[in-house]
Each structure stands twice: as C-alpha cells, then as structure tokens.
C-alpha cells in the first residue's frame, strides 16, 4: 500500500510563490506518470501538471510559464508555482500511477489547501 501526503501548500499573496511536495511511501517496485491536480469549491478536479518516469511534463494551459514539475530519486514530487493568482485558490492533490510486481494503481494524497488573497 502506497501513501501519498502533500506538503507546502498555504496562504499566499497574488504575485507570490509557493512549493509543493508530495512524498511517496510504502512498499511498491516504481512509480510511473506524477501529477498535481487541484479542486477549487464547487469545480471539478483538474490537472495543473504531470510528469513521467522518463522526465516528460505536461501543464495545463492556466499555468503554462508559471508552474514547473519535478521529481527526484526519493519518491518525491514537487510542483513549484509562481505568479499566483487568486484563481489558483483550491486544495492541490498528488496523483501517483503506482507499480507493483504484479499491478498498477492510481493513488492520490490528502490534499494540501492552497489560498491565494489579493
């Protein structure tokens, strides 16, 4: 069983910075496809950023130029967000493709609320 928490997410003022983490733990063989996905109240879930095992990202277009996803050898996803705006506000999920010997599973985190005031 994987677990997925999120860390780094906050109030923030428009214009700033924020980071987040998400760390991987439990027993699995890898983890493929990363994302972030957010929920703002009363929308739905969608991606703001993806990537592989092999390094390939994806963005949503409402954070191309102001969002960069990565990872690194620790299991770990980050998602570095800049020039926040207030329509960011929405609590940020990781989203991991989990690989066993013998199956895979989407796993997703608690979630980590991110504010953005003007």
């Known amino acids: 069983q994987v677990r997925l928490v999120e860390s780094g997410g906050g109030l923030v003022q428009a214009g700033g910075s924020l980071r987040l983490s998400c760390v991987a733990s439990?027993?699995?063989?890898?983890?493929?496809?990363e994302g972030w996905y957010r929920q703002a109240p009363g929308k739905q879930r969608e991606l703001v950023a993806s990537?592989?095992?092999?390094?390939?990202t994806n963005y949503a277009d409402t954070m191309k130029g102001r969002s960069t996803i990565s990872r690194d050898n620790s299991y770990t996803v980050y998602l570095q967000m800049n020039s926040l705006k207030p329509e960011d506000t929405a609590v940020y999920y990781c989203n991991a493709r989990v690989i066993y010997s013998s199956y895979q599973e989407d796993c997703w985190g608690q979630g980590t609320q991110v504010t953005v005031f003007s």
């Open positions: 990537i592989t095992s092999g390094g390939t």
């Open positions: 439990g027993s699995f063989f890898s983890l493929a496809t």
